[in-house]
């Protein structure tokens, strides 16, 4: 062994690949993604040890979370606790998808998105979506579907979020929230495809959504 840390990635990948058939190691893996909820199976062997608040800002917390190894040493992470968000992929009758340009203060300039917000204390994100596609786009929806669900930055948030697909739009006028300068973009699937493939569209959730669109609907 080259170094202690081999031994203990080794030990690792040995424990998660045990089978109760005992065969080889890459069927055993095989097997274990058969299994239901295999994408997001516990691990008994990080145990949390203390949770505390380390900074509340205006709409997140950071906590400094003490997590106890599968070697037994403790170490600290930094986890942004996180709401929870709905974003919608708005589709006009004709195919065209509604794009949103807006500020981003993070990365210092302008990115195209699809709608999306933060879901409110007891809203469901159903209807978080509804009130952020009407508030940014200025569209309401009469059919709102459920897409899929995915953690966006898992490396530090427990953010989760709910993409809605939504037709049948009707322009009813923008009601943004006092801090958002919105515009929109009608963009034809044709031109969804040229912004993918040149790179303009950068924001995660966006990226998502169209390239799950794109795909189911071949």
Known sequence: MPDGRWSVSQKWRDEMNQSESGSDRSAQSSTALEQPGCGSRKDPR?????????????????????????????VDRDVLRHPGAAAILPLLDDGSVVLIEQHRSAVGHNLLEIPAGLIEPGERPHDCADRELREETGYQASSLVHMLDYFPAVGFSDERMSIFLARELEFVGQEPDEDEWVETHICSRDRIEQLLGSQELLDGKTLVALLHWLGSDR
Not at 50 to 58: K, M
Request: proline share 3%; aromatic share 10%; hydrophobic share 35%.
């Open 46 to 74: 990080f145990e949390q040890v203390e949770e505390i608040e380390a900074y509340c800002g205006a709409r997140y917390r950071m906590n400094l979370l003490r997590e106890k190894l599968p070697d037994q040493r403790v």
